[in-house]
């Protein structure tokens, strides 16, 4: 998680490491797919990442609850405490707020929220989505020497 984190410049999930990264919903967040038919979200996810192990898949679906934030704050990320202010029943509009106020001093919108990434077992290929503000999407990044890339972005949503 950390070295694709890392390499978020080259992919534009974080624009720079004092984007606000959110410890609320992060971990493995169901998408609602943007697909008809009979196409499961293992199965989509399987085909995406070009996996036919579908239980290789299920596992980590099953084991991705969350993300290790602490470790990503020893990186220099920085973690907004959204879970945090929403159990002292802080309204939705004051932790915005709050939001806002880091924001402007470092140039940047709103908080983060991912999921883990689902792996192909070549490690080459991972499935993520990203949520920034009401908008987000998922994509597919692929390893190629030692380096996270954007492949392909697989679907978008606004809220």
Known sequence: ????????????????????????????????????????????????????????????????TSVNLDTLSTYGFQIFDLKGKSKLNHSYKSIVEYADSINMITDNYSFLKFTIPIFNKNQNLAYMRFQRGSSGEAIILEKIEDHWIRKIKLYEWVE
């Open 1 to 64: 998680m950390n070295q694709v984190l890392s390499d978020t410049t080259d992919i534009q999930i974080l624009r720079s490491k004092s984007e606000l990264i959110s410890n609320f919903g992060s971990g493995y967040m169901s998408p609602s797919l943007p697909i008809e038919g009979e196409l499961s979200e293992l199965h989509f996810i399987s085909e995406s990442l070009d996996e036919p192990d579908t239980a290789f898949i299920q596992q980590q679906l099953k084991h991705a």
